[in-house]
């Protein structure tokens, strides 16, 4: 089985900066894609950022310019650096992974999540 664990949340002030992580567990034999989404309460869950293997990224509108996915393939760890938090950006965030893993068969995995809170 693939198991996706996010770190970084946390309480952080307007301005400020997080840099959220997601650990990807059990055998994974190829990766397609990772990203990071994130939902506020009452809220759809909405793409943040996604990164392919080979480095192609792409970003939400609200968050261009401030925030930055990266993937260290050694490891298989994927990375939300954020920059000038915005109350708006308040959420929990989800990592999201596209791998064939021990089943020899491409899945979708999602992470449990982590909350970011931005505010004064």
């Known amino acids: 089985q693939v198991q996706l664990v996010e770190s970084g949340g946390g309480l952080v002030q307007p301005g400020g900066s997080l840099r959220l992580s997601c650990a990807a567990y059990g055998s994974i034999f190829r990766v397609y894609d990772m990203g990071w989404y994130r939902q506020a309460p009452g809220k759809q869950r909405e793409l943040v950022a996604g990164?392919?293997?080979?480095?192609?990224?792409n970003y939400a509108d609200s968050v261009k310019g401030r925030f930055t996915i990266s993937i260290d393939n050694a490891i298989n760890p994927v990375y939300l650096q954020m920059h000038s938090l915005k109350p708006e950006d308040t959420a929990v965030y989800y990592c999201n992974a596209n791998v064939v893993g021990g089943s020899g068969l491409r899945n979708m995995y999602w992470g449990q999540g982590t909350q970011v809170t931005v505010s004064s």
């Open positions: 990164i392919t293997f080979g480095g192609s990224t």
